[in-house]
T-cell receptor, first 115, second 111 residues
Framework: NAGVTQTPKFQVLKTGQSMTLQCAQDMNHNSMYWYRQDPGMGLRLIYYSASEGTTDKGEVPNGYNVSRLNKREFSLRLESAAPSQTSVYFC??????????????FGDGTRLSIL | RKEVEQDPGPFNVPEGATVAFNCTYSNSASQSFFWYRQDCRKEPKLLMSVYSSGNEDGRFTAQLNRASQYISLLIRDSKLSDSATYLCVVRGVGGYSTLTFGKGTMLLVSP
């Protein structure tokens, strides 16, 4: 039972390089999310996709782009990586907003370092 | 006032102790509340939802006080395996509302 799968688990980039973080869920959830977690900052929402075909900015979207490729997959792209983007990135998914008590289920994270 | 506030701890307790965490939230119209658990360098995992009437799951009890805008988590008979960071999570209102996470309270249970 995979749940939410993120790749890669670890990545080191040089400033200015680009990369895409992949996320896939097998729970048939409509909504997907990307967060970053930094020491002392808690989880902060970067972008989310309420349903297939839609994406919206979260709290900290600058420097990122997303693509909801299909219902299962939601990718996060760093076009020109900066040291401030060194963080742990979590993808999550949830049932649609119809029932407000639906929690989010998380992948096990991507640890990204920008040198 | 921050949206979701928690005491960062750490709370150091011996095995078998009872420990309680509180969390305050700023939006009085918030609709849904959760406690998540996060182990070191791992992903957050849902511990329990928090219902208006309060709810219990084994050794864990969650309470909601809408008038004072706080939720609480009580852990009875602490186990070593309860050592983790506990995240308070609140969902807003209207349209498509996203979750706001507290920074977490660290619990360390010692033998």
């Amino acid at each position: 039972n995979a749940g939410v799968t993120q790749t890669p688990k670890f990545q080191v980039l040089k400033t200015g390089q680009s990369m895409t973080l992949q996320c896939a869920q097998d729970m048939n959830h409509n909504s997907m999310y990307w967060y970053r977690q930094d020491p002392g900052m808690g989880l902060r929402l970067i972008y989310y996709s309420a349903s297939e075909g839609t994406t919206d900015k979260g709290e900290v979207p600058n420097g990122y782009n997303v693509s909801r490729l299909n219902k299962r997959e939601f990718s996060l792209r760093l076009e020109s990586a900066a040291p401030s983007q060194t963080s742990v990135y979590f993808c999550a998914s949830s049932e649609t907003q119809g029932n407000s008590n639906q929690p989010q289920h998380f992948g096990d994270g991507t640890r990204l370092s920008i040198l | 006032r921050k949206e979701v506030e928690q005491d960062p701890g750490p709370f150091n307790v011996p095995e078998g102790a009872t420990v309680a965490f509180n969390c305050t939230y700023s939006n009085s119209a918030s609709q849904s509340f959760f406690w998540y658990r996060q182990d070191c360098r791992k992903e957050p995992k849902l511990l329990m939802s928090v219902y208006s009437s309060g709810n219990e799951d084994g050794r864990f009890t969650a309470q909601l006080n809408r008038a004072s805008q706080y939720i609480s988590l009580l852990i009875r008979d602490s186990k070593l395996s309860d050592s983790a960071t506990y995240l308070c999570v609140v969902r807003g209102v209207g349209g498509y509302s996203t979750l706001t996470f507290g920074k977490g309270t660290m619990l360390l249970v010692s033998p």
